[in-house]
């Protein structure tokens, strides 16, 4: 999962995504994605796990599943590095997962709080996330997005 995925609940922005010199980003268009990373069943991607790329054949196999309690897909199978897959609907990949570090900033006038968090849930940027902080209290926060 690497790294600390800064929240600021002041402002929103895009979200960050991988880019190789011979491949783009995933964009809403895509018909099909190349894993970046190898991804185990059930784990929720994200468009850092994911790059646009071109069909390989007519019917690219569909490895995504809609997770209707989290509102994310997930991967219905293992997938390898590598991988040209059917893309899922980009609004649907998680921005966070369960278990990613994320540092949650305030801003209030001159002062600035933070709090580093671990994500219980996935989310998507624009829905809210449940997280629980160091003492083990369980707390929802918006996710406008990565600030990275």
């Known amino acids: ?6 929240i600021l609940l002041a402002a929103a922005s895009a979200e960050a995504a991988p880019v190789r010199a011979e491949a783009a980003p995933v964009r809403a268009e895509a018909g ?16 850092r796990d994911l790059l646009t790329a071109v069909c390989k054949g007519p019917a690219a196999e569909r490895v995504f599943s809609y997770d209707p309690t ?3 897909v997930r991967a219905a199978r293992d997938l390898a590095a590598g991988e040209v897959v059917a893309a899922p609907p980009l609004s ?19 002062v600035i709080v933070q709090r580093s968090v671990r994500a219980v849930r996935p989310a998507r940027v624009g ?16 996710y406008p997005g990565d600030h990275r």
């Open 92 to 110: 649907l990949l998680a921005g966070i997962r369960p278990g990613d570090e994320i540092a949650i900033e305030a801003h209030v006038g001159p």
């Open 70 to 72: 989290n509102r994310v």
């Open 32 to 47: 099909c994605v190349e894993v970046v990373r190898p991804l185990e069943r059930g784990v929720y991607p994200t468009s």
């Open 1 to 6: 999962m690497g790294g600390i995925i800064p």
């Open 127 to 142: 829905r809210p996330v449940t997280v629980r902080a160091a003492d083990g209290m369980p707390f929802v926060v918006a």
